[in-house]
Protein backbone atom coordinates (compact mmCIF):
# COMPACT_ATOMS: atom_id res chain seq x y z
CA UNK A 1 0.00 0.00 0.00
CA UNK A 2 1.50 3.47 -0.91
CA UNK A 3 2.24 6.08 1.57
CA UNK A 4 -0.50 8.28 -0.39
CA UNK A 5 -2.97 5.41 0.07
CA UNK A 6 -2.47 4.94 3.80
CA UNK A 7 -2.63 9.09 4.27
CA UNK A 8 -5.76 9.32 2.61
CA UNK A 9 -7.39 5.80 4.30
CA UNK A 10 -7.67 7.66 7.38
CA UNK A 11 -10.10 10.65 5.97
CA UNK A 12 -12.81 8.64 6.84
CA UNK A 13 -11.85 9.64 10.53
CA UNK A 14 -10.42 12.93 10.31
CA UNK A 15 -12.40 16.28 11.27
CA UNK A 16 -14.58 18.07 9.46
CA UNK A 17 -12.10 20.85 9.36
CA UNK A 18 -8.98 18.86 7.96
CA UNK A 19 -11.27 17.02 5.05
CA UNK A 20 -12.31 20.26 3.88
CA UNK A 21 -9.43 22.12 3.81
CA UNK A 22 -7.53 19.31 1.98
CA UNK A 23 -10.27 18.66 -0.94
CA UNK A 24 -9.88 22.51 -1.15
CA UNK A 25 -6.29 21.59 -1.59
CA UNK A 26 -6.59 18.52 -4.25
CA UNK A 27 -9.70 20.50 -6.25
CA UNK A 28 -7.32 23.49 -6.52
CA UNK A 29 -4.45 21.13 -8.09
CA UNK A 30 -7.15 19.76 -10.14
CA UNK A 31 -7.81 23.61 -11.55
CA UNK A 32 -4.11 23.95 -13.07
CA UNK A 33 -5.00 22.22 -15.78
CA UNK A 34 -7.22 25.34 -16.99
CA UNK A 35 -5.87 27.55 -19.27
CA UNK A 36 -3.17 29.42 -19.24
CA UNK A 37 -1.28 27.40 -17.23
CA UNK A 38 -2.88 23.43 -19.10
CA UNK A 39 -0.88 21.18 -16.97
CA UNK A 40 -3.48 18.12 -17.85
CA UNK A 41 -1.69 16.03 -15.50
CA UNK A 42 -1.89 18.19 -12.68
CA UNK A 43 -5.87 18.38 -13.11
CA UNK A 44 -5.83 14.53 -13.61
CA UNK A 45 -3.71 14.05 -10.08
CA UNK A 46 -6.23 16.55 -8.33
CA UNK A 47 -9.18 14.71 -9.85
CA UNK A 48 -7.80 11.60 -8.42
CA UNK A 49 -7.19 12.26 -5.34
CA UNK A 50 -10.83 14.10 -5.34
CA UNK A 51 -12.27 10.65 -6.17
CA UNK A 52 -9.73 8.99 -3.27
CA UNK A 53 -11.08 11.33 -0.87
CA UNK A 54 -14.31 10.91 -1.76
CA UNK A 55 -13.90 6.58 -1.95
CA UNK A 56 -13.19 6.80 1.77
CA UNK A 57 -15.93 9.53 2.85
CA UNK A 58 -18.93 6.80 3.35
CA UNK A 59 -21.67 8.91 5.08
CA UNK A 60 -23.48 10.83 2.94
CA UNK A 61 -22.69 14.70 4.47
CA UNK A 62 -18.84 13.93 4.37
CA UNK A 63 -19.40 12.97 0.74
CA UNK A 64 -21.04 15.94 0.21
CA UNK A 65 -18.77 17.87 2.05
CA UNK A 66 -15.83 16.64 0.31
CA UNK A 67 -17.40 17.36 -3.11
CA UNK A 68 -18.77 21.00 -1.86
CA UNK A 69 -14.63 21.36 -0.79
CA UNK A 70 -13.32 20.20 -3.25
CA UNK A 71 -15.41 22.63 -5.83
CA UNK A 72 -14.53 25.42 -4.05
CA UNK A 73 -10.60 25.01 -4.36
CA UNK A 74 -11.30 23.79 -8.16
CA UNK A 75 -13.16 27.26 -8.83
CA UNK A 76 -11.05 29.06 -6.34
CA UNK A 77 -8.39 28.79 -8.50
CA UNK A 78 -9.79 28.78 -11.94
CA UNK A 79 -12.15 31.65 -11.98
CA UNK A 80 -9.91 33.83 -9.77
CA UNK A 81 -10.11 35.90 -12.95
CA UNK A 82 -14.13 36.52 -11.69
CA UNK A 83 -12.68 40.10 -9.33
CA UNK A 84 -11.22 41.42 -12.60
CA UNK A 85 -14.16 43.57 -13.76
CA UNK A 86 -14.54 44.67 -10.09
CA UNK A 87 -11.23 46.33 -10.25
CA UNK A 88 -11.95 48.47 -13.07
CA UNK A 89 -13.97 51.23 -11.50
CA UNK A 90 -12.70 50.00 -7.86
CA UNK A 91 -14.08 52.76 -5.87
CA UNK A 92 -17.51 51.80 -7.27
CA UNK A 93 -17.31 47.90 -7.55
CA UNK A 94 -14.00 46.72 -5.79
CA UNK A 95 -15.80 45.99 -2.62
CA UNK A 96 -17.63 43.31 -4.04
CA UNK A 97 -14.90 41.62 -5.20
CA UNK A 98 -14.45 39.44 -2.90
CA UNK A 99 -18.03 38.35 -2.00
CA UNK A 100 -18.62 37.88 -5.81
CA UNK A 101 -15.73 35.28 -5.83
CA UNK A 102 -16.56 33.63 -2.77
CA UNK A 103 -20.21 33.77 -3.36
CA UNK A 104 -19.56 32.08 -6.85
CA UNK A 105 -17.11 30.01 -6.35
CA UNK A 106 -18.53 27.92 -3.11
CA UNK A 107 -22.09 28.11 -5.33
CA UNK A 108 -20.80 26.77 -7.84
CA UNK A 109 -19.20 23.73 -5.64
CA UNK A 110 -22.75 23.18 -4.64
CA UNK A 111 -22.64 21.26 -7.73
CA UNK A 112 -19.91 19.11 -6.81
CA UNK A 113 -21.51 18.46 -3.62
CA UNK A 114 -24.95 17.24 -5.25
CA UNK A 115 -22.39 14.86 -7.35
CA UNK A 116 -20.59 13.50 -4.53
CA UNK A 117 -23.35 12.73 -2.57
CA UNK A 118 -25.51 11.23 -5.82
CA UNK A 119 -22.33 8.91 -5.94
CA UNK A 120 -22.59 8.25 -2.45
CA UNK A 121 -26.18 7.18 -2.92
CA UNK A 122 -25.90 4.79 -5.94
CA UNK A 123 -23.22 3.02 -4.50
CA UNK A 124 -19.38 5.24 -5.83
CA UNK A 125 -17.29 3.48 -8.10
CA UNK A 126 -18.35 4.03 -11.57
CA UNK A 127 -21.42 5.91 -10.21
CA UNK A 128 -19.04 8.65 -9.37
CA UNK A 129 -18.19 9.49 -12.97
CA UNK A 130 -21.54 9.49 -13.91
CA UNK A 131 -22.58 11.63 -11.32
CA UNK A 132 -20.02 13.83 -11.97
CA UNK A 133 -20.72 13.94 -15.74
CA UNK A 134 -24.76 15.16 -14.59
CA UNK A 135 -23.73 17.69 -11.96
CA UNK A 136 -21.48 19.46 -15.30
CA UNK A 137 -24.60 19.09 -17.37
CA UNK A 138 -26.72 20.96 -14.43
CA UNK A 139 -24.22 23.10 -13.61
CA UNK A 140 -24.10 24.21 -17.50
CA UNK A 141 -28.37 24.89 -17.59
CA UNK A 142 -29.45 26.15 -14.07
CA UNK A 143 -29.78 30.08 -13.46
CA UNK A 144 -29.00 30.17 -17.01
CA UNK A 145 -26.11 28.25 -17.17
CA UNK A 146 -22.11 28.56 -16.41
CA UNK A 147 -20.22 25.83 -18.42
CA UNK A 148 -17.16 27.62 -17.89
CA UNK A 149 -13.51 25.52 -16.52
CA UNK A 150 -15.36 22.10 -17.00
CA UNK A 151 -12.96 19.49 -16.26
CA UNK A 152 -12.79 18.44 -19.72
CA UNK A 153 -11.44 21.88 -20.67
CA UNK A 154 -8.01 20.91 -19.18
CA UNK A 155 -7.72 18.68 -22.77
CA UNK A 156 -8.15 21.47 -24.74
CA UNK A 157 -5.01 21.83 -25.77
CA UNK A 158 -4.07 18.09 -25.99
CA UNK A 159 -5.19 16.20 -28.92
CA UNK A 160 -8.05 14.66 -26.94
CA UNK A 161 -9.99 17.84 -28.49
CA UNK A 162 -10.37 16.24 -31.45
CA UNK A 163 -13.60 13.87 -29.51
CA UNK A 164 -15.62 16.81 -28.74
CA UNK A 165 -16.98 16.71 -32.54
CA UNK A 166 -18.14 13.26 -30.87
CA UNK A 167 -18.67 14.09 -27.55
CA UNK A 168 -18.44 17.82 -27.17
CA UNK A 169 -17.27 19.69 -23.69
CA UNK A 170 -18.77 17.28 -21.20
CA UNK A 171 -18.02 13.72 -22.86
CA UNK A 172 -13.89 15.48 -22.51
CA UNK A 173 -14.74 16.07 -19.36
CA UNK A 174 -16.03 12.48 -18.57
CA UNK A 175 -12.63 11.14 -20.29
CA UNK A 176 -11.05 13.22 -17.25
CA UNK A 177 -12.96 12.21 -14.81
CA UNK A 178 -12.63 8.89 -15.36
CA UNK A 179 -9.39 8.78 -16.45
CA UNK A 180 -8.48 10.09 -13.05
CA UNK A 181 -10.29 7.57 -11.03
CA UNK A 182 -7.71 5.25 -13.23
CA UNK A 183 -4.72 7.08 -11.82
CA UNK A 184 -6.32 6.53 -8.54
CA UNK A 185 -6.67 2.80 -8.80
CA UNK A 186 -2.92 2.75 -10.11
CA UNK A 187 -1.27 3.95 -6.99
CA UNK A 188 -3.84 2.76 -4.31
CA UNK A 189 -2.99 -0.77 -5.68
CA UNK A 190 -5.45 -1.72 -8.06
CA UNK A 191 -2.49 -1.72 -10.75
CA UNK A 192 -4.45 -4.14 -13.41
CA UNK A 193 -7.66 -1.67 -13.44
CA UNK A 194 -5.99 1.42 -13.20
CA UNK A 195 -3.37 0.84 -16.20
CA UNK A 196 -6.03 -0.57 -18.09
CA UNK A 197 -7.83 2.66 -17.80
CA UNK A 198 -4.65 4.82 -18.29
CA UNK A 199 -3.98 2.94 -21.37
CA UNK A 200 -7.32 3.32 -22.56
CA UNK A 201 -6.92 7.11 -21.77
CA UNK A 202 -3.21 7.43 -23.95
CA UNK A 203 -5.08 5.34 -26.24
CA UNK A 204 -7.99 8.18 -26.85
CA UNK A 205 -4.89 10.44 -26.83
CA UNK A 206 -3.16 9.11 -29.61
CA UNK A 207 -6.14 8.59 -32.07
CA UNK A 208 -7.04 12.18 -31.43
CA UNK A 209 -3.50 13.13 -32.69
CA UNK A 210 -4.03 10.74 -35.92
CA UNK A 211 -7.33 11.90 -36.94
CA UNK A 212 -7.06 15.68 -36.38
CA UNK A 213 -4.52 15.30 -38.85
CA UNK A 214 -7.47 15.71 -41.30
CA UNK A 215 -6.37 18.14 -43.77
CA UNK A 216 -8.59 21.57 -43.52
CA UNK A 217 -8.07 23.97 -46.62
CA UNK A 218 -7.00 27.20 -45.21
CA UNK A 219 -5.11 28.67 -47.98
CA UNK A 220 -7.82 29.64 -50.37
CA UNK A 221 -10.70 30.76 -48.33
CA UNK A 222 -11.79 34.77 -47.71
CA UNK A 223 -9.43 36.80 -46.44
CA UNK A 224 -10.45 38.49 -43.21
CA UNK A 225 -8.72 40.95 -40.94
CA UNK A 226 -9.08 41.16 -36.96
CA UNK A 227 -8.91 44.30 -35.99
CA UNK A 228 -7.09 44.72 -32.29
CA UNK A 229 -7.15 47.85 -30.65
CA UNK A 230 -6.07 46.94 -27.32
CA UNK A 231 -8.28 49.34 -25.18
CA UNK A 232 -8.03 48.86 -21.48
CA UNK A 233 -11.58 48.57 -19.96
CA UNK A 234 -11.15 51.45 -17.12
CA UNK A 235 -10.00 53.71 -20.69
CA UNK A 236 -12.30 52.61 -23.31
CA UNK A 237 -15.18 54.98 -22.49
CA UNK A 238 -12.88 57.67 -21.34
CA UNK A 239 -14.15 60.83 -23.62
CA UNK A 240 -10.62 61.96 -24.07
CA UNK A 241 -9.34 58.01 -24.51
CA UNK A 242 -12.45 56.90 -26.92
CA UNK A 243 -11.08 58.72 -30.15
CA UNK A 244 -7.84 57.49 -29.86
CA UNK A 245 -8.79 54.03 -29.77
CA UNK A 246 -11.29 54.86 -33.13
CA UNK A 247 -8.47 55.86 -35.20
CA UNK A 248 -6.24 53.17 -33.89
CA UNK A 249 -8.77 50.84 -35.54
CA UNK A 250 -9.49 53.28 -38.57
CA UNK A 251 -5.62 53.11 -38.99
CA UNK A 252 -5.81 49.13 -38.86
CA UNK A 253 -8.55 49.10 -41.26
CA UNK A 254 -7.23 51.55 -44.27
CA UNK A 255 -3.40 49.17 -43.73
CA UNK A 256 -3.87 47.61 -46.77
CA UNK A 257 0.51 46.29 -46.05
CA UNK A 258 -0.51 42.51 -48.05
CA UNK A 259 -1.30 41.70 -52.02
CA UNK A 260 -4.83 41.20 -51.58
CA UNK A 261 -7.35 43.78 -49.65
CA UNK A 262 -9.56 41.89 -47.30
CA UNK A 263 -13.15 40.68 -47.79
CA UNK A 264 -14.19 40.86 -44.51
CA UNK A 265 -12.95 43.16 -41.69
CA UNK A 266 -14.17 42.99 -37.94
CA UNK A 267 -13.76 45.02 -34.94
CA UNK A 268 -14.37 43.90 -31.46
CA UNK A 269 -17.37 43.92 -29.55
CA UNK A 270 -18.88 47.75 -28.78
CA UNK A 271 -15.91 48.78 -30.62
CA UNK A 272 -17.94 51.85 -31.89
CA UNK A 273 -17.83 55.26 -29.28
CA UNK A 274 -21.36 56.07 -30.63
CA UNK A 275 -24.72 54.51 -30.76
CA UNK A 276 -26.06 52.87 -33.61
CA UNK A 277 -28.92 56.18 -33.97
CA UNK A 278 -25.68 58.56 -34.06
CA UNK A 279 -23.25 56.72 -36.00
CA UNK A 280 -24.40 56.81 -39.64
CA UNK A 281 -21.25 59.00 -41.14
CA UNK A 282 -18.81 56.65 -38.71
CA UNK A 283 -19.94 53.90 -40.05
CA UNK A 284 -19.49 55.23 -43.58
CA UNK A 285 -15.90 56.46 -42.81
CA UNK A 286 -15.54 52.81 -41.76
CA UNK A 287 -16.69 51.13 -45.16
CA UNK A 288 -14.60 53.67 -47.14
CA UNK A 289 -11.39 52.48 -45.28
CA UNK A 290 -12.09 48.96 -45.46
CA UNK A 291 -11.67 49.27 -49.40
CA UNK A 292 -14.97 48.48 -49.58
CA UNK A 293 -14.91 45.18 -47.99
CA UNK A 294 -17.70 43.75 -45.48
CA UNK A 295 -17.22 45.10 -42.23
CA UNK A 296 -18.55 43.72 -39.05
CA UNK A 297 -18.62 45.65 -35.84
CA UNK A 298 -20.20 45.84 -32.43
CA UNK A 299 -22.11 48.73 -31.31
CA UNK A 300 -24.37 49.76 -28.42
CA UNK A 301 -28.18 50.89 -29.88
CA UNK A 302 -31.24 51.92 -28.13
CA UNK A 303 -34.96 50.53 -29.69
CA UNK A 304 -38.21 51.57 -27.68
CA UNK A 305 -36.59 52.66 -24.49
CA UNK A 306 -34.25 49.35 -24.50
CA UNK A 307 -30.67 49.08 -24.74
CA UNK A 308 -28.83 46.39 -26.93
CA UNK A 309 -25.49 45.34 -26.99
CA UNK A 310 -25.15 44.42 -31.50
CA UNK A 311 -23.37 43.27 -34.06
CA UNK A 312 -23.76 44.97 -37.35
CA UNK A 313 -22.88 43.61 -41.04
CA UNK A 314 -21.68 46.40 -43.36
CA UNK A 315 -21.67 44.98 -46.84
CA UNK A 316 -19.31 45.98 -49.54
CA UNK A 317 -21.13 49.54 -50.75
CA UNK A 318 -21.11 50.33 -47.23
CA UNK A 319 -25.24 49.49 -46.63
CA UNK A 320 -26.63 48.33 -43.39
CA UNK A 321 -27.02 44.32 -44.21
CA UNK A 322 -27.76 42.67 -40.59
CA UNK A 323 -28.39 43.93 -36.91
CA UNK A 324 -27.96 40.65 -34.25
CA UNK A 325 -28.75 41.82 -30.82
CA UNK A 326 -27.02 39.46 -28.00
CA UNK A 327 -29.35 37.00 -26.59
CA UNK A 328 -27.55 35.66 -23.67
CA UNK A 329 -26.65 38.08 -21.00
CA UNK A 330 -24.33 38.26 -18.47
CA UNK A 331 -25.92 38.04 -14.93
CA UNK A 332 -24.71 41.29 -12.79
CA UNK A 333 -22.71 42.20 -15.71
CA UNK A 334 -25.21 43.32 -18.33
CA UNK A 335 -28.37 43.42 -16.85
CA UNK A 336 -28.92 42.57 -13.09
CA UNK A 337 -31.65 40.05 -12.23
CA UNK A 338 -34.22 41.60 -9.35
CA UNK A 339 -33.14 44.60 -10.18
CA UNK A 340 -35.09 46.50 -7.47
CA UNK A 341 -34.68 44.04 -4.86
CA UNK A 342 -30.48 44.16 -5.63
CA UNK A 343 -30.80 47.91 -5.99
CA UNK A 344 -31.76 48.34 -2.14
CA UNK A 345 -28.39 47.12 -1.21
CA UNK A 346 -26.35 49.19 -3.34
CA UNK A 347 -26.03 45.92 -6.29
CA UNK A 348 -26.29 47.62 -9.78
CA UNK A 349 -23.99 45.40 -12.11
CA UNK A 350 -21.31 47.08 -14.61
CA UNK A 351 -24.53 48.63 -16.78
CA UNK A 352 -26.17 51.00 -14.10
CA UNK A 353 -25.41 53.75 -16.27
CA UNK A 354 -28.20 52.35 -18.72
CA UNK A 355 -30.80 51.57 -16.40
CA UNK A 356 -30.65 48.24 -15.12
CA UNK A 357 -28.40 47.27 -18.30
CA UNK A 358 -28.64 45.50 -21.42
CA UNK A 359 -32.38 43.94 -22.98
CA UNK A 360 -32.12 40.65 -24.06
CA UNK A 361 -32.02 40.06 -28.63
CA UNK A 362 -34.53 37.65 -30.11
CA UNK A 363 -32.14 34.67 -29.77
CA UNK A 364 -29.18 33.05 -32.00
CA UNK A 365 -29.40 33.17 -35.83
CA UNK A 366 -27.60 33.10 -38.81
CA UNK A 367 -26.79 35.80 -40.85
CA UNK A 368 -26.24 35.74 -44.92
CA UNK A 369 -22.49 37.30 -45.54
CA UNK A 370 -22.34 36.96 -49.86
CA UNK A 371 -19.45 34.99 -51.09
CA UNK A 372 -18.20 34.32 -47.30
CA UNK A 373 -21.34 31.98 -47.01
CA UNK A 374 -23.71 31.90 -43.42
CA UNK A 375 -22.12 33.03 -40.31
CA UNK A 376 -23.86 32.70 -37.15
CA UNK A 377 -22.89 35.73 -34.47
CA UNK A 378 -21.64 35.36 -31.03
CA UNK A 379 -21.00 38.30 -28.71
CA UNK A 380 -18.73 37.22 -26.01
CA UNK A 381 -20.34 35.17 -23.18
CA UNK A 382 -22.94 33.13 -26.08
CA UNK A 383 -19.67 31.56 -27.11
CA UNK A 384 -18.97 29.51 -24.06
CA UNK A 385 -22.69 27.72 -24.70
CA UNK A 386 -22.91 25.13 -27.00
CA UNK A 387 -26.40 24.21 -26.49
CA UNK A 388 -27.15 28.05 -28.12
CA UNK A 389 -25.51 27.19 -31.04
CA UNK A 390 -27.17 23.79 -31.49
CA UNK A 391 -30.46 25.30 -31.47
CA UNK A 392 -30.02 27.60 -34.69
CA UNK A 393 -32.07 26.46 -37.98
CA UNK A 394 -30.00 26.01 -40.66
CA UNK A 395 -26.17 25.60 -40.29
CA UNK A 396 -23.72 27.84 -40.52
CA UNK A 397 -20.46 27.94 -42.41
CA UNK A 398 -18.55 30.07 -39.56
CA UNK A 399 -18.77 31.14 -36.71
CA UNK A 400 -18.43 34.61 -36.14
CA UNK A 401 -17.42 36.10 -32.32
CA UNK A 402 -16.70 39.33 -31.34
CA UNK A 403 -16.20 40.02 -27.68
CA UNK A 404 -13.94 42.50 -25.16
CA UNK A 405 -12.06 40.14 -22.81
CA UNK A 406 -10.71 43.35 -21.37
CA UNK A 407 -12.93 43.02 -18.40
CA UNK A 408 -10.95 39.67 -17.91
CA UNK A 409 -7.78 41.17 -16.82
CA UNK A 410 -4.85 39.71 -18.93
CA UNK A 411 -3.91 36.29 -16.12
CA UNK A 412 -6.45 33.24 -16.64
CA UNK A 413 -9.41 34.61 -17.84
CA UNK A 414 -8.86 35.62 -21.80
CA UNK A 415 -7.07 32.21 -22.17
CA UNK A 416 -9.94 30.53 -21.34
CA UNK A 417 -12.36 32.03 -22.80
CA UNK A 418 -10.25 31.48 -25.87
CA UNK A 419 -10.18 27.89 -25.08
CA UNK A 420 -13.74 27.79 -24.99
CA UNK A 421 -13.96 29.24 -28.90
CA UNK A 422 -11.91 26.38 -29.72
CA UNK A 423 -13.75 23.48 -28.21
CA UNK A 424 -17.15 25.12 -29.58
CA UNK A 425 -15.25 25.23 -33.22
CA UNK A 426 -13.86 21.15 -32.69
CA UNK A 427 -17.56 20.56 -31.52
CA UNK A 428 -19.32 21.90 -34.23
CA UNK A 429 -16.88 21.33 -37.24
CA UNK A 430 -16.83 24.72 -37.88
CA UNK A 431 -14.25 27.38 -38.06
CA UNK A 432 -14.41 30.56 -36.42
CA UNK A 433 -13.57 34.03 -36.53
CA UNK A 434 -12.67 35.66 -32.73
CA UNK A 435 -11.94 38.97 -32.45
CA UNK A 436 -11.17 40.67 -29.06
CA UNK A 437 -10.65 44.60 -27.90
CA UNK A 438 -7.63 43.36 -25.90
CA UNK A 439 -6.67 39.88 -27.10
CA UNK A 440 -6.52 37.00 -27.84
CA UNK A 441 -7.49 37.46 -31.50
CA UNK A 442 -7.86 34.09 -33.56
CA UNK A 443 -8.61 32.37 -36.70
CA UNK A 444 -9.99 29.00 -35.29
CA UNK A 445 -10.19 26.16 -37.80
CA UNK A 446 -12.75 23.48 -37.80
CA UNK A 447 -10.53 21.33 -35.61
CA UNK A 448 -10.22 23.97 -32.64
CA UNK A 449 -6.82 24.69 -34.04
CA UNK A 450 -5.21 28.47 -33.94
CA UNK A 451 -4.40 28.87 -37.37
CA UNK A 452 -3.58 32.77 -36.56
CA UNK A 453 -3.70 35.24 -33.35
CA UNK A 454 -2.49 38.27 -32.06
CA UNK A 455 -1.44 38.11 -28.76
CA UNK A 456 -3.10 39.56 -25.11
CA UNK A 457 -2.68 42.95 -24.65
CA UNK A 458 -1.02 44.31 -27.85
CA UNK A 459 -2.64 46.56 -30.44
CA UNK A 460 -2.00 45.33 -33.93
CA UNK A 461 -4.37 43.96 -37.02
CA UNK A 462 -3.75 40.43 -38.77
CA UNK A 463 -4.80 39.13 -41.92
CA UNK A 464 -6.15 35.44 -42.49
CA UNK A 465 -7.81 32.58 -44.82
CA UNK A 466 -11.11 32.20 -43.46
CA UNK A 467 -10.77 27.95 -43.40
CA UNK A 468 -13.59 25.33 -44.64
CA UNK A 469 -16.21 24.04 -42.46
CA UNK A 470 -16.54 20.19 -41.60
CA UNK A 471 -19.65 17.91 -42.37
CA UNK A 472 -22.03 18.40 -38.95
CA UNK A 473 -20.27 16.71 -36.74
CA UNK A 474 -21.71 13.68 -34.46
CA UNK A 475 -22.35 16.25 -31.66
CA UNK A 476 -23.87 19.10 -33.49
CA UNK A 477 -26.49 16.39 -34.48
CA UNK A 478 -26.72 14.60 -31.04
CA UNK A 479 -25.58 16.81 -28.37
CA UNK A 480 -25.16 15.96 -24.38
CA UNK A 481 -27.73 13.36 -24.76
CA UNK A 482 -25.44 10.38 -25.60
CA UNK A 483 -23.07 11.46 -22.72
CA UNK A 484 -25.46 12.00 -20.16
CA UNK A 485 -27.25 8.23 -20.91
CA UNK A 486 -23.93 7.16 -20.32
CA UNK A 487 -23.35 8.88 -17.38
CA UNK A 488 -26.87 7.33 -16.24
CA UNK A 489 -26.40 3.61 -17.22
CA UNK A 490 -23.67 3.95 -14.85
CA UNK A 491 -25.21 5.58 -12.20
CA UNK A 492 -27.45 2.75 -12.75
CA UNK A 493 -25.21 -0.44 -12.68
CA UNK A 494 -23.39 0.60 -9.36
CA UNK A 495 -26.82 1.34 -7.97
CA UNK A 496 -27.70 -2.02 -9.27
CA UNK A 497 -24.14 -3.73 -7.83
CA UNK A 498 -24.90 -1.91 -4.37
CA UNK A 499 -28.46 -3.88 -4.07
CA UNK A 500 -26.65 -6.93 -5.24
CA UNK A 501 -23.85 -6.64 -2.62
CA UNK A 502 -26.77 -5.62 0.03
CA UNK A 503 -29.01 -8.66 -0.67
CA UNK A 504 -25.60 -10.67 -0.30
CA UNK A 505 -24.87 -9.34 3.16
CA UNK A 506 -28.26 -10.28 4.69
Known amino acids: ?151 GHSLIDTSALYWASWVGSLGLSMIMVVSSMG ?71 RAFATADRPDLVVWPELSVPLPLSRSAKVLEAISEASGNARVVLGIGRKDDGKYYNSLVHMDGKGDLRDIYDKSHLVPFGEYVPFANFFGRFGVYGFTAEIDSGYSAGSGSRLIEMGELGMALPLICYEGVFARDIARVPGRADFLLLITNDAWFGDISGPYQHLAQARVRSAEFGLPMVRVANTGISAMIDARGRVLASLPLGEANWIDARLPDPLPPTIYSRAGDVPIISLALFLMGIALRRKQVKASGNQ
Not at 189 to 199: E, P
Not at 222 to 234: F, G, K, M, T
Open 1 to 151: MSPLKRHLGNSGNWGAWRLTATSAATGGLAAFGQAPWELWPLSMAGIALCYGLFSHALELKRAALTGWASGTGYFLVSLAWIVEPFLVDASRHGWMAPFALGLLCSGLALFWAISFALARVFGGGMAWAGAFAVGEWLRSWAFTGFPWAQT
Open 183 to 253: LWYLISGRKALGSSVLAGFFAIMILGRFFELEAISDDSGPLVRLVQPNAPQHEKWDPDKAHVFYQRQMAFT
